[in-house]
T-cell receptor, first 114, second 111 residues
Framework: NAGVMQNPRHLVRRRGQEARLRCSPM?????VYWYRQLPEEGLKFMVY????????ESGMPKERFSAEFPKEGPSILRIQQVVRGDSAAYFC????????????FGPGTRLTVT | KNQVEQSPQSLIILEGKNCTLQ??????????LRWYKQDTGRGPVSLTI?????NTKSNGRYTATLDADTKQSSLHITASQLSDSASYIC??????????FGTGTRLLVSP
């Protein structure tokens, strides 16, 4: 049973471009969470999704950021018109049921905006 | 305001020694307390999860304690190994299912 997979592991974008981060949850997990970790800071919750539904997006900036978890395929975190402040590690986690269950984290995508 | 504070920020110990990491949390309502280990460049890996009714939980050489009255938790590492070098993150879950992360304690085990 493969763990949570994220790709790409490293992504470099110029200011103004779009960044698209992918997350494939563990097999059998239908709940996905996205977190952002700025350098020297703790993880911050961004969004919680179930298949085809956004359950909680209270941690996600209102502009430029969006997330989806379609019926088929990975979850996608999309950042439009990236700025330098978006440079961070973005982690995805999955769980078999809701947030009261253990979350399994992927290796992260390190986004660098130049 | 929901908050998790950890101490120390960083710690260096000699291989084979024990150490204890501290966590104070202020979340309401409280659901459970988690400890994660995060190696450099990797995602966090769960060590323990404790509900308010549990005082202690062990996972190999890692033992976590929880005092729900004082809202404090600790992670004790016994007989440290070089592979224990990592950041240890304390996470409190609220009754509304949100996870509040501490900034971590960076542990370096020196040979």
């Amino acid at each position: 049973n493969a763990g949570v997979m994220q790709n790409p592991r490293h992504l470099v974008r110029r200011r103004g471009q779009e960044a698209r981060l992918r997350c494939s949850p563990m097999k059998g997990h239908s709940h996905v969470y996205w977190y952002r970790q700025l350098p020297e800071e703790g993880l911050k919750f961004m969004v919680y999704l179930q298949k085809e539904n956004i359950i909680d997006e209270s941690g996600m900036p209102k502009e430029r950021f969006s997330a989806e978890f379609p019926k088929e395929g990975p979850s996608i975190l999309r950042i439009q018109q990236v700025v330098r402040g978006d440079s961070a590690a973005y982690f995805c986690a999955s769980s078999p049921q809701d947030r009261n269950y253990e979350q399994y984290f992927g290796p992260g995508t390190r986004l660098t905006v130049t | 305001k929901n908050q998790v504070e950890q101490s120390p920020q960083s710690l260096i110990i000699l291989e084979g020694k024990n150490c204890t990491l501290q966590c104070n949390y202020t979340v309401s309502p409280f659901s459970n307390l988690r400890w994660y280990k995060q190696d450099t460049g990797r995602g966090p890996v769960s060590l323990t999860i404790m509900t308010f009714s549990e005082n202690t939980k062990s996972n190999g050489r890692y033992t976590a304690t929880l005092d729900a009255d004082t809202k404090q938790s600790s992670l004790h590492i016994t007989a440290s190994q070089l592979s224990d070098s990592a950041s240890y993150i304390c996470v409190a879950q609220t009754g509304f299912q949100k996870l509040v992360f501490g900034t971590g304690t960076r542990l370096l085990v020196s040979p």
